[in-house]
């Protein structure tokens, strides 16, 4: 799945390509399960016709388009989802390590929303997979896109929008789970995929399945940091994995789940953690045990008094009066039982 660099990567691309640009034709495939909030292809291609991009924006795994008619149009890219630019003849993508663009078709293939400027140059956005999404907002303020779903959920932006230090410990602190599912979670941390959670991780050397509340202060605020500086250096790189530091574990941890060693000869493992496949080195990365978990109680609450005991009567009953085993003077004596 395209993550942060990725993506950032995507919007620089349109950036670069159509900034300032006027939409002369527009074609989208009727496809409701890319299409979001109601949205057709015919209303899409209604909407970017005769608009020009004045600028873009992302945050997390979203990107969008800031376009003169007001309108903005939102794109999340799944699992395989990607923008081609053509201009001049020549093809260029947003690459992903793990799956292709098409670069040598027009349209390319799985092209889901294709349009074309004034100056001749093509824009597609292509998903094999279908697992991408598109919005459009109208009459939106371009500084208001955050407070509008699906973005109004998600959580701090590395790049963007970084919470405070102590925010994080605390949210790290207050949960259990283990600190590779809290780097997954896009309500907590936006934009940061499997391979940047293994990333930094593994240059924390931090067990994925570490429990979060575990960690030391000093520790949470490594983490913190650590994810902030690979999102910068990838993004640096234009997401181009051979532009990365050649002892980042990215380089050795796409094997399909194959023994391999890191950059130092040392085993990498995989175990899935979080709902995702880890690549992790033990021997770097060594779990601790989780402290005991305690029980959470709200304010004690007070129990209404006993009430006394009711006053005793002026008149005491008579006692009683044990029972005999013999038969009492005078009476029948009790009946034999037949043999």
Request: hydrophobic residues 30%; aromatic residues 8%.
């Amino acid at each position: 799945m395209p993550e942060l660099p990725e993506v950032e990567s995507a919007r620089r691309l349109v950036d670069l390509h159509g900034l300032g640009h006027t939409i002369v034709t527009a074609n989208a495939l009727d496809d409701d399960k890319i299409l979001q909030g109601g949205l057709t292809s015919s209303s899409l291609e209604l909407a970017l016709r005769e608009s020009s991009i004045t600028s873009t924006g992302r945050h997390g795994k979203y990107m969008w388009l800031n376009l003169s008619s007001s309108s903005v149009l939102i794109l999340h890219f799944g699992m395989t989802g990607s923008i081609v630019v053509r201009k001049g003849g020549v093809a260029t993508a947003m690459e992903y390590k793990s799956f292709k663009v098409d670069t040598d078709n027009w349209p390319p293939r799985f092209t889901k929303l294709e349009f074309e400027l004034e100056n001749g140059t093509c824009l597609a956005f292509t998903d094999s997979r279908r697992f991408g999404k598109l919005w459009l907002l109208k009459s939106c303020n371009p500084e208001g896109v955050r407070s509008h779903p699906p973005l109004d959920k998600l959580g701090w932006d590395p790049l963007e929008g970084p919470c405070p230090p102590a925010v994080w410990r605390e949210q790290l602190g207050q949960t259990r789970r283990a600190i590779k599912a809290v780097l997954l979670d896009q309500e907590v941390l936006a934009g940061v995929g499997n391979w940047i959670a293994d990333e930094v991780l593994y240059q924390c050397r931090l067990h994925p399945d570490q429990a979060a509340n575990s960690l030391e202060d000093d520790e949470s605020t490594r983490l913190y940091h650590k994810v902030i500086d690979v999102c910068r250096v990838a993004c640096q790189a234009n997401a181009d994995a051979e532009d990365f530091p050649p002892d980042w574990l990215f380089h050795y941890r796409w094997t399909g789940k194959k023994a391999s060693r890191d950059f130092h000869g040392d085993t990498i493992a995989f175990e899935t953690i979080g709902g995702r496949t880890s690549a992790f080195v033990p021997s770097r990365q060594k779990k601790r045990p989780s402290p005991p978990r305690t029980k959470t109680t709200g304010p004690t609450k007070k129990r209404p008094p006993t009430p006394p005991p009711p006053p005793s009567q002026s008149v005491s009953s008579p006692p009683k009066r044990k029972r005999s085993l013999r038969s009492p003077q005078g009476s029948a004596p009790p009946p034999q039982k037949l043999l």
